[in-house]
């Protein structure tokens, strides 16, 4: 296990200088890039090492890797962000673990996020997802909301009951206009950002960013990264 850690421990300091070098080209202060791990795939001894690490905030996209991982958790001061596209079903599930879902991308979730956020008596902070490859139907390829969506779902989630606006997140696309244009994409998003902070102030939280292009999304000014690879190593091949 010491090597894991010392593993581990090597890649969070690269990491923590990408993100520190990143902040200080863009004129930005450490403090405002928050780090958040994606642990999919990777087992609870991982996410245990990480929490004596420091790590402080981490990600899964899949309910059925994260729940019993967050159960084997539950003692670590850790906030858990639910990453992937959210069927209604697992909702319940979702609620019992996450402190935010940055995946919110139709009226649908939103309903069933309320629902299931009021029964268990808590708050669940919300990323509105945006696709900024959203063909004619509005989504994306990997979930998410037109940006001319973004109002209206805003709202709603601002609306409900047992939800919190938090903010915006995106995945940088990789079919449309932005395809391969990463810093162009984090840019976009930030100017989107800024629209909904005109009607919501407080929604300021910007996820964007993983471990290829974490700096363009810092340069842009997102305000968390989201950083798997990098830190945990080359992902096993799912069965």
Not at 25 to 32: I, L, M, N, T, V
Not at 213 to 235: C, F, I, K, N, Y
Request: aromatic letters at 2%.
């Amino acid at each position: 296990m010491t090597e894991r850690k010392d593993e581990l421990a090597a890649n969070l300091a690269k990491v923590e200088e990408r993100i520190a070098a990143a902040c200080a080209a863009a004129g930005r202060a450490r403090e405002e890039v928050t780090l958040i791990v994606v642990t999919k795939t990777y087992p609870a001894s991982d996410v245990r090492t990480l929490a004596e690490l420091g790590v402080r905030h981490v990600a899964e996209n899949r309910d059925q890797d994260a729940a019993p991982k967050a159960a084997e958790c539950a003692d670590l001061p850790l906030t858990w962000h639910f990453v992937g596209q959210l069927q209604t079903n697992k909702v319940r599930s979702v609620v019992g673990y996450a402190g935010l879902v940055q995946s919110v991308d139709r009226a649908r979730l939103v309903t069933a996020l309320s629902k299931e956020a009021v029964r268990a008596g808590r708050e669940l902070g919300c990323l509105v997802q945006v696709a900024l490859d959203a063909g004619a139907n509005g989504r994306g390829e990997r979930g998410g909301v037109a940006p001319g969506g973004i109002e209206e779902l805003a709202d709603l989630v601002a609306g409900a009951a047992g939800l919190r606006l938090d903010g915006l997140m995106t995945v940088a696309p990789l079919t449309g206009e932005y395809a391969g244009r990463q810093a162009a994409a984090f840019e976009r998003l930030m100017d989107l950002s800024t629209d909904l902070r005109r009607a919501h102030p407080a929604a300021n939280m910007v996820s964007a960013g993983m471990s290829a292009d974490l700096e363009q999304a810092v340069a842009a000014g997102a305000t968390h990264v989201r950083v798997g690879t990098a830190v945990l190593g080359v992902r096993p091949r799912l069965g």
